[in-house]
T-cell receptor, first 112, second 114 residues
Framework: DTGVSQDPRHKITKRGQNVTFRCDPI?????LYWYRQTLGQGPEFLTY????????KSRLLSDRFSAERPKGSFSTLEIQRTEQGDSAMYLC??????????FGPGTRLTVL | DQQVKQNSPSLSVQEGRISILNCDYT??????FLWYKKYPAEGPTFLIS?????DKNEDGRFTVFLNKSAKHLSLHIVPSQPGDSAVYFC?????????????FGTGTRLTIIP
């Protein structure tokens, strides 16, 4: 069990550019979640998948955000036309059924 | 609308003593509660959870208490150790209605004084 991994750990980009983040969940976990955390706040839910199906999206997830989980394994989160307000830590978590969610180390995004 | 509240932004405790972190919630649909610990530049680490059918769950030095009527839960750490210094987040979900997303509080920074 190698835990949840995320890549890259840090991303600096210019406003208007597109970015893509990857999450590899714990191998037997069927559920995968994306959260966003800003300074001084707890993580906020963005979206989640059961296997390859995206089951829920937060209203925080604007049209510029898209997430996929092809084949029910790894997931990608893409942000198009980044804005300074997108600067945050993007966290991925996975779980098996209703068991606790285990988080990866996060991707810190800075939009200049 | 903050559905999960941690009203103490910070807490300092002497090494060896008990640390008590508190959390309140407003959503009656929440039925599963978790505590996570977070170090800087890392993701949250799961510590302990409790279902609403219980009022106490214990794992080593960590005990979580749930008071459903008061919509309050607490995490007790005893004895506190320097490695416990971190930010602690309370989180809740409504598994009973199929809502698995976690709603987090804003965190409490715990500092253990040697």
């Amino acid at each position: 069990d190698t835990g949840v991994s995320q890549d890259p750990r840090h991303k600096i980009t210019k406003r208007g550019q597109n970015v893509t983040f990857r999450c590899d969940p714990i191998s037997e976990h069927n559920r995968l979640y994306w959260y966003r955390q800003t300074l001084g706040q707890g993580p906020e839910f963005l979206t989640y998948f059961q296997n390859e199906a995206q089951l829920e999206k937060s209203r925080l997830l604007s049209d510029r955000f898209s997430a996929e989980r092809p084949k029910g394994s790894f997931s990608t989160l893409e942000i198009q036309r980044t804005e300074q307000g997108d600067s945050a830590m993007y966290l991925c978590a996975s779980s098996l059924g209703g068991d606790p969610q285990y988080f990866g180390p996060g991707t810190r995004l800075t939009v200049l | 609308d903050q559905q999960v509240k941690q009203n103490s932004p910070s807490l300092s405790v002497q090494e060896g003593r008990i640390s008590i972190l508190n959390c309140d919630y407003t959503n009656s649909m929440f039925d599963y509660f978790l505590w996570y610990k977070k170090y800087p530049a890392e993701g949250p680490t799961f510590l302990i959870s409790i279902s609403s059918i219980k009022d106490k769950n214990e794992d080593g030095r960590f005990t979580v208490f749930l008071n459903k009527s008061a919509k309050h839960l607490s995490l007790h750490i005893v004895p506190s150790q320097p490695g416990d210094s971190a930010v602690y987040f309370c989180a809740a979900s409504a598994l009973g209605v199929g809502n698995e997303k976690l709603t987090f509080g804003t965190g409490t920074r715990l500092t253990i004084i040697p």
